[in-house]
């Protein structure tokens, strides 16, 4: 596969990067759920991240690391692979890196991740460990859904899932408390979880146990839209019949703004 993603550094703020995401225009896109109707969506006042230190424009591709070729037949040395050891570039990363992004990039990310969930669920496909790790970023923020190492096919003729797979952080309650599962309804959990972690740069429950108990603590000190919000604690019900679909949390309306 291709090189995909860039370093993250501090040296260029996020506002010089990165325009926020266009603004929708079907106008058949309405949202299933959620949503405040009237009212201003609210702005953001954290600070802003710092972004990606890109390539040189024409060339997406981050500089390698050199790699020392004295080892190898002066009739080799020209045909040996140019690769090397790069440092991480994958959402993780960008979070611990930066205390908080912009909501707007936030929305830009999350929209991809969700995008990329539609299309495995389309082909009865479930991730199973969706989390910062597993997301890279490239310049402007163009990501990709990697690590299919927990993926698996929806089970057919109602059968459930009754193995765990993922990451402890990023599971819902009814998995922690050993029921079976379908699969769709922890994808959209793992959603609201990393969208809490971009916003606030902090896991929504910091234990197990209040995993279960799943009372979402919104902080009061970061400024959050309210449709934003209002996302997350769809997205972290805690029965798993009172999330949305992935085709809803895509109709959002946090997600058809600008």
């Known amino acids: ?9 501090s040296a260029q703020p996020l506002c ?6 266009p603004t929708p225009t079907s ?12 009212g201003n969506a609210g702005s953001v006042d954290v600070h802003m991240a710092d972004a990606p230190n890109a390539a040189p424009r024409g060339n997406t591709m981050p500089p390698l690391a050199k ?3 004295t080892s190898l037949p002066p009739a080799r040395r020209q045909l040996a692979p140019q690769l090397g050891r790069r440092q991480s570039m994958d959402l993780f990363e960008c979070i611990e890196s930066h205390q908080r992004m912009s909501e707007h990039v936030a929305k830009r990310i999350f929209r991809q991740v969700a995008d990329a969930v539609e299309c495995l669920l389309r082909h009865n496909i479930v991730h199973r460990d969706i989390k910062d790790e597993n997301v890279v970023c490239g310049a402007n923020f163009h ?3 990697i ?16 193995r765990f797979a993922g990451t402890v952080q990023y599971c819902p309650p009814e998995i922690l408390m050993g029921e ?5 309804e922890q994808e959209i959990w793992s959603l609201g979880v990393l969208l809490y972690m971009m916003i606030f740069a902090e896991a929504p429950f910091a234990d197990p146990v209040q995993t279960v108990q799943c009372k979402l603590h919104v902080p009061g000190n970061i400024r959050c839209s309210p449709e934003a919000v209002d996302l997350m604690r ?11 679909s992935i085709h809803q949390v895509l109709h959002h309306r946090w997600l058809l703004t600008p």
Do not use: I
């Open 1 to 9: 596969m291709e090189l995909h993603g860039v370093s993250w550094t």
């Open 16 to 21: 010089d990067m990165v325009r926020p995401p």
């Open 27 to 38: 106008p058949n896109r309405k949202g299933t759920f959620g949503g405040l109707k009237g």
């Open 67 to 69: 790699r020392s070729m």
């Open 143 to 145: 990501v990709k859904l």
């Open 147 to 162: 690590d299919f190492g927990s993926a698996a096919f929806l089970p057919r003729n109602g059968r459930l899932f009754d």
């Open 180 to 184: 079976k599962y379908r699969g769709p």
């Open 234 to 244: 769809h997205c972290l019900a805690k029965r798993p019949q009172d999330r949305p």
